[in-house]
Each structure stands twice: as structure tokens, then as C-alpha cells.
């Protein structure tokens, strides 16, 4: 029952209008062309539905207009491999298999397939097919698109596209596809042919024009909506483009997503409440859309959304297909009303394409091939039910049902898989996907420069660091376990340290004053190690951020590393570091001389960066927080060893002295005694007072004094080397 007041729309029932010719009461190829409105000679808008009963007729003319400004693409013969261990070996599994088609410029285009069909990124073996519930459907969307101005992006005309994919192997089929397109996979696992605009694409450059919004939302939760919007902005935009222009840019799309009421409030983290889940996804999607891409994937941008709330992001990436952007994204088990929005569709099954056509023309097909949709079913619901061999063909005298056999329902859905394939190889569809190859690798378009055209960063390596580095340090400021809590539990640890180690004079004791005096230093410099397990948390919280804005062309890893290491080193290392030496420095009764505090407090700030070293190596080798944290402690506790705080190294066997070289802890210690015995008496135990020099060398701690600049340098060489072998550990991150 229609509300009064509201016009009934006129409905055509399967009737559409593409570009390519076709036999009556066969599916269109409108996955190829733009769609035309369906005119019903009135006011009111026209619908197309399905027609379940496939009595739809199809008008196509020959021409290979393109509707919009965008980027069209093009693919041929994809493959897509992932190793696979079977019985001890490990082998290559064929996740796609030949999978050709063609992606209009302009365009929503989605990605379905049903959840048991594999969620895990990786295929292990095939599913076991017992009880499968008609409610584990899963339904996902793609879309692809080129524009080469920011202004022209608002107002071009567009059309939708759907991919519907994935079963067969316990991987996602529909989100490989989109990582595929999306150039999100290594390289050494995908084979076949992949053109933009007609030419093959460029890795270089085509991750400068394409926007990628993954499923998890990676916005940094410290900063504002319009803060991350503009991080982006100014990353992604180049250098020429003025900063009040890129607000202002930034701007335009708050109003366009619909963000002015929590554009400057918080994303949120686990310390902040922040904005709701939908409005984050529009966030993200906003990230991508302030240097208007040429194509936008996204990889179900609904997962984790109510209804309500799905439904307004899926009428936003409408809308935003019909001002001209391409949409590529996979999308979770579609409502009707969703389903409806896309125009196109394609199946897939077991990496083989079943079907690539209009989304109203999908049902006609399935019933050509002996699959009948009942009134008023969701054809998305009755797509899966058929892939997934819950629903049978009409000529059977009774359907499947959940109890049947595991292997009677796998002969079932290999029989499904193999009519529908062939099906599909053997229809128009088939031969205008490859007509399309052909025609956009023969009439390549040419493009201006916009930017990004050139396969350089939009920003230079300044700017990347000058952005990150303000980012980073907002994220240090307004995060006060990392802010105000290191600065105060080295204030709390410093006046306890200094209270035990009061005045440490020795008394009268022979060698009391000795043997203080090393304790403390020793007590100090293995907390300036431990105090620092800290930084494990500095690459590995932000892993997953890091890799997304890597793989979408925001900064080179060199800027991101030196800004990260600037804003922790600083704020977070070096000056509570500064703050504890102080305090205990004066608290215990060391020597009052000037030169003599600076040069401890040089010391100690060399140990703490050291081992802050250590720390960040290890947050970028291991993406496991207990892993890490374990690496990190046992590579203390053998710097200690070797160091020759505990045992001298003179007593060490023969040939595992050289050991005590490997030991960054070893020449901070050495020179943080030698600063402080020396210039001092104490009285010895032989019976008379000795100097420091003298207790420092084969009388009591047998080290080699001097060599200042020697060790100095020892120490900065260790930190120089962690430091490296960090950043060139984050670069060996994959970006797929």
C-alpha cells in the first residue's frame, strides 16, 4: 500500500535500453554500455525490475559510446594464484580462472557471492558443504572510475555495474576480483590482461588514480573528520594546489557526504567515543574521494551497518555514481531496494564467471537455464540460493535439502557450475565482453596530465614528512598513555629511585662507595631499556593504516618512518628520559659538576634511544603486539648478559668474549661509570685508598677507559643500524 499523496511510478517490467545488439528475451549486455532511462510516457519515474518470468525484451544498437568522463577498464584471461599447502607440499590453487570482462567509465559496479563460500583471504581446500542456511548469503560490490578535475567530478552523468562472485574455494572470490582490479595483489600471483582507457595499465600510476576503502575502517581516531579529510588532501593533491584551496576541497566533500555536524569532533579510539559507525565509513570514503579518483573500490562498505544505515551509504555511492564517479565495491547479503540500484551484475562460481549483464535481466537468465525465481523472492537471496545449490532446477523432482549428503550437494553444485559456466561461455555476454577488450585496446583515449598522471607522489618529500610528522604529533598529544602517562611514570620511577639510592656516600664502609655507586648506574641504565618497551606499539598500532595509505600512493615510507621516529623519539623518549636522569642524577649524590651531568645525561639519552631502536625494529618485523614484546624482552636480557654489567667479561670462557661487542648496553654502562668514579678516592679494601681510574682497571671492574669518542660513536652506530634495519623492514611490507 502506497502512502497517500505519493505517485505510483510506472514499472516496465524487464524492459531496458543498451548499446549492444541482442537477441529478444536474451540478457542484455548493458555491463558494456550505459544504461538509458526507460521512458513510460509519463511524469513519474520509471522502474526497471526483474522480470522472473524472463519475458524481457532487450534493444541494443551497435554504438560504443562512452556515457561519462571516467576511466574504463578493461580485462582479459585474469588468473589469480595463492599458495597452498596439501599433504606437506605446497602448491599453487587457482582462485580465478580466466576471467574476462569489461567495466564502463562512470559506473557503480558491485561484487556478490554467498559467505560459505569463503571469507579468509587465502584459499586452503574446499569448503565441506553441510547445512547451509539460506541466510549465510553474502553479496558483494565493485566499481571503477576516471575523471581527471576535482570540479567535473560533481556533475557527470553515470550508470551501475555488478559484479556478483565467489564460491567454491574458502576465499573471497568477489573481494580477489576487486584486489585484482584494484592492482591490491602481488604481482607474481596474477596473470592475464588488464587496460585503463584502453592502455595496459601502469602500477605506477594507477594507484595514484584509484581510491581503495577497505572494509575495516582506518581512519586515526585522535584526529578530526575534517583532520583526516585534509591529512589526505594535502598528501594526495599536489604541491601546486594552495592549502586554502585543498580546504576548501576538503570542504565540499563534508557537505557532499553529508559531515557537517561532526566534521570537527573526534573519530575515536579506545580512549575517545567518537562518531558512529556510519558516518566513519563515509569518513573513509571521503579520504578517497578529496583528490577525486579516477576509480573508487570498495570492499563492503556495509559490513557492520544496520540497515538504515546501509542503505544511506549505499544512496550516497548512488549518488555518487550519478555525478560522474566510477564505484567499484562488494557488498554483504543486499536488501531488494539495494539490489535494485545496481544495474549490472556478474557471477561468478569456483573463479569462473557465470553471468555478466543487467542486474534486471540476471533472473531471465537463470531461468533460460531451467532456475525459476518465485514471485516476490529477492533475486539477490535467489542468485545465492542457486550458486549454493539450495535452490534446484525446475525440471527436478525435488529440490536439495539441507540434510542431503555432502557429496550428492557437491555433485550438485558441481553440476551447477558446470551448466551455468558453459551457459555463459556460449552467450552474446561472453563474446561482448571480449568485443569490448578489443575495441578499448584499438581506440586507446588519451589523457591529459592531472597530477597524478606522472607515477611521482603529489607531494614532495617534505611535505610527506612535514604532514605525517603533524599528524603523528597530535596523535602523541592527545593520547595520554603515550603523552602524559610516560612522563609521569618516569617522574613516579625516578623519585623512588632516588629515594633507595639517597645521598649514596658509602659511609665508612671500604668499598661500600664502589659498590653503590655501580649498582646505581647498573639499576639506571637497565631501566632506560625497559622503560622504552613502549615503543613496540609505534609501527604496530598503525601497521594496518600504514600499509592502506602505502598501497594508495600517500607517502613514500622514508617520509612516514622519519616523521613517526621525530614525534616519538622527542616528546615520548627523550624527554622523560631527561626528566628521570635528572632527578635521580641529584636524588643519589653523583658528582656536582656540570660537565659531569651533561655528560651522564648524554649517556643516558644514547641508552634509551638504543634501546628505543630495538623496540621500533621489532614493531615493524612482527604484527603480533606478544610476539614482539617477547622478541624485544629476550634481546634485553642478552644485551645484559653481554654486556658485563653482571659477570666481568674477563671471566667469560675463551671465544665467547667477542659476544660482549654485540652489546650496545656495554658502552653505555662503561662510559656512565667511567663519568662518574673517575676523579674520586675511595677506600679500598687492600688496606688504603685507590682513585677511580685505579678501580676502573684491573683492581676491581677491569675496563678500558678513554676511547670516549670511540664508544660515543660505537653507540650511535647501533642506533643508526636498528634504526635501518626498521625502515627497511617496513618497506619489505606488502602493500597487498
Not at 124 to 146: D, E, M, Y
Not at 346 to 353: A, K, L, N
Not at 680 to 705: K, M, Q, V, W
Request: glycine share 8%; net charge neutral; charged share 20%.
Amino acid at each position: 500500500m502506497r502512502p497517500a499523496g505519493l505517485d505510483e511510478p510506472s514499472v516496465q517490467l524487464g524492459t531496458i535500453t543498451t548499446e549492444f545488439s541482442a537477441p529478444i528475451n536474451a540478457p542484455s549486455h548493458a555491463a558494456y554500455a550505459p544504461l538509458e532511462a526507460v521512458s513510460s510516457g509519463n511524469d513519474a519515474p520509471t522502474h526497471v525490475v526483474p522480470d522472473h518470468s524472463f519475458k524481457a525484451a532487450a534493444k541494443v544498437n551497435a554504438s560504443f559510446g562512452d556515457p561519462g568522463q571516467g576511466m574504463a577498464i578493461a580485462f582479459k584471461d585474469i588468473t589469480y594464484t595463492v599458495p597452498v599447502k596439501e599433504k606437506g607440499k605446497t602448491i599453487r590453487k587457482q582462485i580465478l580462472k580466466g576471467v574476462t570482462g569489461s567495466i564502463r567509465s562512470g559506473s557503480l559496479n558491485a561484487i556478490m557471492g554467498p559467505s560459505g563460500g569463503g571469507k579468509v583471504p587465502f584459499a586452503a581446500r574446499p569448503p565441506k558443504l553441510g547445512r547451509i542456511s539460506p541466510r549465510s548469503h553474502h553479496l558483494s560490490a565493485n566499481c571503477v572510475r576516471r575523471h581527471s578535475g576535482f570540479s567535473r567530478a560533481i556533475a557527470q552523468p553515470c550508470q551501475v555495474l555488478i559484479f556478483v562472485a565467489d564460491l567454491g574455494y574458502c576465499t573471497r572470490l568477489q573481494t580477489s576480483l576487486l584486489d585484482v582490479l584494484a592492482d591490491r595483489k602481488p604481482k607474481s600471483t596474477v596473470n592475464g590482461q588488464v587496460l585503463t582507457d584502453g592502455v595496459p595499465r601502469n602500477s605506477d600510476t594507477f594507484m595514484h588514480m584509484a581510491g581503495y576503502v577497505v572494509q575495516d575502517d582506518i581512519v586515526m581516531g585522535t584526529l578530526t573528520v575534517r583532520e583526516n579529510l585534509l591529512f589526505s588532501a594535502r598528501l594526495r593533491l599536489p604541491d601546486a594546489i594552495s592549502d586554502s584551496e585543498k580546504k576548501r576541497r576538503v570542504q565540499e566533500v563534508i557537505q557532499e557526504l553529508g559531515l557537517e555536524k561532526v566534521a570537527d569532533v573526534r573519530c575515536g579510539n579506545e580512549f575517545v567515543r567518537g562518531i558512529s559507525g556510519g558516518e566513519r565509513k563515509r569518513v573513509n570514503i571521503g579520504m578517497e574521494l578529496v583528490m577525486a579518483p579516477s576509480v573508487l573500490f570498495l570492499d563492503e562498505p556495509t559490513t557492520g551497518l544496520d540497515a538504515a544505515t546501509s542503505m544511506s551509504v549505499l544512496r550516497l555511492l548512488k549518488r555518487l555514481a550519478e555525478h560522474g564517479r566510477t564505484i567499484v565495491l562488494s557488498i554483504h547479503q543486499p536488501r531488494f531496494r539495494i539490489f535494485e540500484m545496481f544495474d549490472l551484475v556478474t557471477i561468478m562460481s569456483q573463479g569462473e564467471m557465470l553471468y555478466q549483464g543487467d542486474s534486471a535481466g540476471c533472473v531471465g537468465h537463470f531461468a533460460q537455464n531451467g532456475y525459476q525465481c518465485d514471485s516476490f523472492n529477492n533475486p539477490a537471496d535467489f542468485i545465492m540460493d542457486v550458486v549454493l545449490g539450495i535452490q534446484g532446477r525446475q525440471d527436478e523432482k525435488k529440490p536439495p535439502s539441507d540434510e542431503t549428503d555432502n557429496e550428492v550437494r557437491r555433485q550438485l553444485l558441481a553440476d551447477v557450475q558446470t551448466k551455468l559456466s558453459a551457459a555463459y561461455r556460449e552467450s552474446p555476454m561472453a563474446e561482448a565482453a571480449l568485443q569490448r577488450f578489443e575495441h578499448d585496446r584499438a581506440n586507446p583515449k588519451q589523457r591529459g596530465a592531472d597530477g597524478h598522471a606522472t607515477g611521482t607522489y603529489a607531494a614532495s618529500w617534505l611535505t610527506q614528512v612535514w604532514v605525517c610528522s603533524g599528524r603523528a604529533l597530535a596523535n602523541v598529544v592527545r593520547n595520554p598513555a603515550t603523552s602524559i602517562g610516560q612522563v609521569m611514570v618516569n617522574i613516579v620511577v625516578g623519585v623512588l629511585v632516588g629515594c633507595i639510592f639517597w645521598q649514596i656516600n658509602g659511609d665508612n664502609e671500604p668499598n661500600r662507595q664502589m659498590r653503590d655507586k655501580t649498582g646505581f648506574i647498573f639499576f639506571v641504565m637497565v631501566n632506560l631499556m625497559f622503560s622504552n618497551m613502549g615503543g613496540i606499539e609505534v609501527f604496530l598500532k598503525e601497521r594496518v593504516i600504514f600499509m592502506h595509505e602505502k598501497a594508495s600512493g600517500y607517502y613514500r615510507t622514508s617520509a612516514y618512518y622519519v616523521s613517526k621516529l621525530l614525534c616519538d623519539l622527542v616528546p615520548v623518549r627523550v624527554v622523560p628520559t631527561a626528566i628521570f636522569a635528572t632527578t635521580v642524577y641529584f636524588m643519589a649524590g653523583l658528582q656536582y659538576k656540570v660537565d659531569k651531568f651533561f655528560w651522564f645525561l648524554l649517556i643516558a639519552e644514547l641508552q634509551s634511544i638504543a634501546a628505543s631502536a630495538v623496540c621500533f625494529l621489532f614493531s615493524c618485523m612482527f604484527s603480533i603486539f606478544a610476539i614482539a614484546n617477547l622478541s624485544t624482552t629476550m634481546f634485553y636480557v642478552l644485551t645484559m648478559i653481554f654486556s658485563g654489567l653482571l659477570v666481568s667479561v674477563t671471566k667469560w670462557p675463551d671465544g665467547t668474549r667477542w659476544l660482549g661487542y654485540t652489546s650496545f648496553a656495554k658502552y653505555s654502562y662503561e662510559l656512565a661509570l667511567e663519568n662518574e668514579l673517575t676523579g674520586l678516592t675511595f677506600d679500598c679494601s687492600r688496606g688504603g685508598p685507590c682513585t677511580g681510574e685505579e678501580a676502573l682497571g684491573e683492581l676491581y671492574l677491569n675496563i678500558e677507559t678513554g676511547n670516549w669518542g670511540m664508544k660515543i660513536g660505537v653507540l650511535c652506530a647501533f642506533i643508526f643500524g636498528f634504526l635501518s634495519l626498521g625502515y627497511f623492514q617496513l618497506r619489505r611490507l606488502q602493500k597487498h
